[in-house]
């Protein structure tokens, strides 16, 4: 692998070349340079992000390697000697983008023994010392050695490789050709067509000769065989449509989670819990309905298409081809009145599951507060609003279900009335007969997709803000910045001229004009009435919100400069009690989320020393399994100040340049917090804490 393997001083080039050979990134980003040795994770990971790609580090067993190796996409593999710079795979190898930015095929036990390499050294003595023992003929012996070093290392992880990915809120039209949608697309219409043309063209066939009373066994012949060629290729065309909806959900789903976890943390606030859940049901319905509803809808309206062209050439000519798309406009009509039904009838929902989901997390102060009959009160009348909405859209949705195909069937056979009185032949009412009945099928189709379509329609205005959501992508940084510790300078935060409103340039401004200084070894207290706009600046400092004016820096830097992930990894912040959360996992997991996971042995054991000196010694004695004890909603009950000394160990966990506490010590006694403040005086390079006065 000696020409086809990047050194490191040349990694930043060879994910850039590689990004571009695949369509994942344009356009050049500086060198930071050279990795640092060890772990390049964070270095791969951050430079990816300059480029506006993801880059993931996956692990797997010594077991699961070589089907991992099989379906490698564009990653970065480091091997003994330097970096492999994979375009894809498959069973023949890993295509490689060499240093001389040439294409090249490696044989995957290639890699994969290169991978491997160490693990296998240790045992190899050990199993050729059992070979030689048990004396297994040399004919079987590499077989055997094979296996027996699989068997041994079968469990033990293997590293080393990242796999590059499009950012799920770059265009969604790049995405999907990316993936191959817009091509299956393509070739799923071509089928539609091609079966629809089949299946007129056998029956034109087998009824030419009918009609003239002559049927010869070869034309029952080739009718047969259009008929099973248009039975394939409706299977193929089913297959490909499945495989169509599949790529186009997966790709849906990913940016819309990707737009939830780019909303901004005060729209979601402002939203509440309950309209965000009502969002979710809603993305299931696009997903499930929306799909597959387009997908008929195109195969309706080509088989439309095709009906209209036999229409024309039957008894009724110009005449049906008119009722034709009379018909389709009034369908089209229907339709758009079921959308307005729906959309009432989700509206109504909504408020239903927003009402649920705030009963349920108030249900202690209704009970406490709240007299006993007037808790169905607002309930009983949203369900009567729901009743109502749901009437009115079922009503038209019967409508739609049934009308288009039995409706078409009496207006198709009453536009024949003036040709048969005007004694047209049999062939042509035969032809305008088929066409009829062809328009039926269609509208039966088209009835069905277009209910679930409309209704995939309604549920997207809900859910179009976190599609659009994903596009916000905050900036990367200057991978100079981001990869390497700004110059050295005791000034930590500076803040100049800053001012902040959370209703853009409409609402009236919470920060004006603020300044400050915040230099190492500082400890600030920051005090205010009520509403004073403290928690404003410091989620402003943290990097949770950008300035409307004014200018923060951090170490000298911008956060454009800086980057956001990189300026919230220097910046650790623990906001108000109601606005931190401990996760459901374990509390480790809950106190090392700033930090790499899985968490080190050194990491863990710092971990329970802070714990032990913000006071949390005698919880994690009583936890069965101490660090890993699973906590949150699901798992252990913490207490108010539990959980507070929590989110002040995650702080301090960051290994940040600066600690911004929120009202951090309101839920402790006087002498459980002044140990805590003794703990965060002693680990906090600079601090800000934000108190009442």
Same mark, same amino acid.
Request: charged share 20%; with cysteine; hydrophobic share 50%.
């Given at each position: 692998?000696?020409?086809?393997?990047?050194?490191?001083?040349?990694?930043?080039?060879?994910?850039?070349?590689?990004?571009?050979?695949?369509?994942?990134?344009?356009?050049?980003?500086?060198?930071?340079?050279?990795?640092?040795?060890?772990?390049?994770?964070?270095?791969?990971?951050?430079?990816?992000?300059?480029?506006?790609?993801?880059?993931? @580090?996956?692990?797997?067993?010594?077991?699961?390697?070589?089907?991992?190796?099989?379906?490698?996409?564009?990653?970065?593999?480091?091997?003994?000697?330097?970096?492999?710079?994979?375009?894809?795979?498959?069973?023949?190898?890993?295509?490689?983008?060499?240093?001389?930015?040439?294409?090249?095929?490696?044989?995957?036990?290639?890699?994969?023994?290169?991978?491997?390499?160490?693990?296998?050294?240790?045992?190899?003595?050990?199993?050729?010392?059992?070979?030689?023992?048990?004396?297994?003929?040399?004919?079987?012996?590499?077989?055997?050695?094979?296996?027996?070093?699989?068997?041994?290392?079968?469990?033990?992880?293997?590293?080393?490789?990242?796999?590059?990915?499009?950012?799920?809120?770059?265009?969604?039209?790049?995405?999907?050709?990316?993936?191959?949608?817009?091509?299956?697309?393509?070739?799923?219409?071509?089928?539609?067509?091609?079966?629809?043309?089949?299946?007129?063209?056998?029956?034109?066939?087998?009824?030419?000769?009918?009609?003239?009373?002559?049927?010869?066994?070869?034309?029952?012949?080739?009718?047969?065989?259009?008929?099973?060629?248009?039975?394939?290729?409706?299977?193929?065309?089913?297959?490909?449509?499945?495989?169509?909806?599949?790529?186009?959900?997966?790709?849906?789903?990913?940016?819309?989670?990707?737009?939830?976890?780019?909303?901004?943390?005060?729209?979601?606030?402002?939203?509440?819990?309950?309209?965000?859940?009502?969002?979710?049901?809603?993305?299931?319905?696009?997903?499930?309905?929306?799909?597959?509803?387009?997908?008929?809808?195109?195969?309706?309206?080509?088989?439309?298409?095709?009906?209209?062209?036999?229409?024309?050439?039957?008894?009724?000519?110009?005449?049906?081809?008119?009722?034709?798309?009379?018909?389709?406009?009034?369908?089209?009509?229907?339709?758009?009145?079921?959308?307005?039904?729906?959309?009432?009838?989700?509206?109504?929902?909504?408020?239903?599951?927003?009402?649920?989901?705030?009963?349920?997390?108030?249900?202690?102060?209704?009970?406490?507060?709240?007299?006993?009959?007037?808790?169905?009160?607002?309930?009983?009348?949203?369900?009567?609003?729901?009743?109502?909405?749901?009437?009115?859209?079922?009503?038209?949705?019967?409508?739609?279900?049934?009308?288009?195909?039995?409706?078409?069937?009496?207006?198709?056979?009453?536009?024949?009335?003036?040709?048969?009185?005007?004694?047209?032949?049999?062939?042509?009412?035969?032809?305008?007969?088929?066409?009829?009945?062809?328009?039926?099928?269609?509208?039966?189709?088209?009835?069905?997709?277009?209910?679930?379509?409309?209704?995939?329609?309604?549920?997207?205005?809900?859910?179009?803000?976190?599609?659009?959501?994903?596009?916000?992508?905050?900036?990367?940084?200057?991978?100079?910045?981001?990869?390497?510790?700004?110059?050295?300078?005791?000034?930590?935060?500076?803040?100049?001229?800053?001012?902040?409103?959370?209703?853009?340039?409409?609402?009236?401004?919470?920060?004006?004009?603020?300044?400050?200084?915040?230099?190492?070894?500082?400890?600030?207290?920051?005090?205010?009435?009520?509403?004073?706009?403290?928690?404003?600046?410091?989620?402003?400092?943290?990097?949770?919100?950008?300035?409307?004016?004014?200018?923060?820096?951090?170490?000298?830097?911008?956060?454009?400069?800086?980057?956001?992930?990189?300026?919230?990894?220097?910046?650790?912040?623990?906001?108000?009690?109601?606005?931190?959360?401990?996760?459901?996992?374990?509390?480790?997991?809950?106190?090392?989320?700033?930090?790499?996971?899985?968490?080190?042995?050194?990491?863990?054991?710092?971990?329970?020393?802070?714990?032990?000196?913000?006071?949390?010694?005698?919880?994690?004695?009583?936890?069965?399994?101490?660090?890993?004890?699973?906590?949150?909603?699901?798992?252990?009950?913490?207490?108010?100040?539990?959980?507070?000394?929590?989110?002040? @160990?995650?702080?301090?966990?960051?290994?940040?340049?600066?600690?911004?506490?929120?009202?951090?010590?309101?839920?402790?006694?006087?002498?459980?917090?002044?140990?805590?403040?003794?703990?965060?005086?002693?680990?906090?390079?600079?601090?800000?804490?934000?108190?009442?006065?």
């Amino acid at each position: 692998m000696g020409g086809l393997v990047w050194q490191p001083s040349a990694l930043a080039h060879a994910m850039s070349a590689l990004t571009a050979a695949c369509g994942l990134a344009t356009g050049a980003v500086p060198s930071p340079g050279a990795p640092p040795e060890g772990d390049p994770t964070a270095w791969i990971e951050a430079y990816a992000g300059c480029m506006g790609v993801e880059a993931e @580090a996956v692990q797997c067993s010594f077991a699961e390697l070589g089907g991992a190796l099989a379906s490698l996409g564009p990653s970065i593999v480091r091997v003994e000697q330097g970096y492999l710079a994979v375009m894809s795979a498959g069973r023949r190898g890993l295509s490689v983008l060499t240093p001389a930015l040439t294409p090249a095929r490696i044989p995957l036990e290639t890699v994969r023994r290169a991978l491997t390499a160490h693990l296998e050294d240790r045992p190899a003595s050990h199993v050729d010392k059992w070979l030689a023992a048990a004396q297994v003929p040399p004919r079987r012996a590499a077989r055997a050695r094979d296996e027996l070093l699989a068997q041994l290392v079968a469990d033990r992880p293997i590293d080393g490789v990242w796999l590059l990915r499009p950012d799920p809120g770059s265009s969604f039209r790049r995405l999907l050709s990316r993936r191959g949608v817009l091509r299956r697309g393509a070739i799923f219409l071509a089928a539609a067509a091609s079966q629809i043309a089949l299946g007129v063209f056998a029956w034109w066939l087998i009824g030419a000769g009918a009609l003239e009373g002559d049927v010869q066994p070869g034309w029952l012949f080739a009718w047969v065989l259009l008929s099973l060629s248009a039975l394939f290729v409706q299977l193929f065309a089913s297959f490909t449509g499945g495989m169509l909806t599949i790529d186009v959900a997966a790709l849906l789903k990913q940016r819309l989670l990707c737009g939830a976890l780019r909303l901004d943390p005060a729209a979601i606030r402002a939203r509440g819990s309950g309209e965000l859940l009502a969002m979710v049901s809603e993305s299931e319905a696009v997903e499930t309905a929306g799909l597959g509803g387009a997908l008929g809808a195109i195969v309706a309206l080509v088989q439309l298409a095709s009906a209209a062209a036999v229409l024309a050439a039957g008894a009724g000519g110009g005449l049906h081809v008119a009722l034709l798309l009379g018909w389709t406009l009034a369908v089209a009509l229907l339709g758009r009145r079921f959308a307005r039904e729906r959309a009432a009838w989700t509206g109504e929902r909504f408020a239903i599951t927003s009402g649920f989901v705030e009963h349920v997390v108030g249900h202690r102060t209704r009970v406490a507060q709240q007299a006993s009959h007037l808790h169905h009160l607002e309930e009983d009348a949203a369900l009567e609003r729901y009743h109502r909405a749901a009437r009115g859209m079922d009503g038209v949705g019967d409508l739609l279900a049934s009308l288009p195909a039995r409706g078409w069937l009496a207006l198709g056979l009453l536009g024949l009335v003036p040709a048969v009185l005007g004694g047209v032949g049999a062939g042509p009412l035969v032809v305008a007969t088929g066409g009829i009945l062809q328009a039926q099928a269609a509208f039966a189709t088209l009835a069905t997709s277009l209910g679930a379509l409309l209704s995939a329609a309604v549920s997207w205005r809900s859910i179009a803000r976190l599609f659009t959501a994903a596009e916000g992508r905050e900036p990367a940084g200057i991978p100079q910045a981001v990869l390497g510790r700004p110059a050295t300078s005791d000034v930590v935060i500076e803040a100049r001229g800053v001012s902040f409103r959370y209703d853009g340039e409409r609402g009236e401004p919470v920060l004006r004009g603020c300044e400050l200084v915040l230099s190492k070894g500082d400890r600030l207290l920051l005090e205010g009435r009520s509403g004073g706009g403290k928690s404003t600046l410091a989620a402003v400092l943290s990097g949770l919100h950008a300035p409307s004016s004014g200018l923060v820096l951090l170490r000298g830097l911008d956060r454009r400069t800086l980057g956001g992930a990189a300026w919230r990894s220097r910046v650790a912040s623990a906001p108000q009690f109601h606005d931190n959360h401990v996760l459901s996992g374990t509390l480790a997991f809950n106190l090392l989320m700033g930090r790499a996971w899985p968490a080190s042995p050194e990491d863990r054991r710092e971990a329970e020393v802070v714990c032990r000196k913000l006071g949390l010694g005698p919880l994690l004695d009583r936890m069965p399994s101490g660090l890993d004890q699973v906590v949150g909603e699901t798992g252990w009950q913490l207490s108010h100040g539990e959980r507070s000394r929590l989110f002040l @160990a995650r702080a301090l966990l960051q290994r940040s340049d600066a600690v911004i506490l929120d009202e951090s010590f309101g839920a402790l006694d006087p002498l459980t917090a002044r140990e805590c403040v003794g703990a965060v005086l002693e680990r906090a390079p600079a601090l800000i804490v934000i108190a009442h006065p």
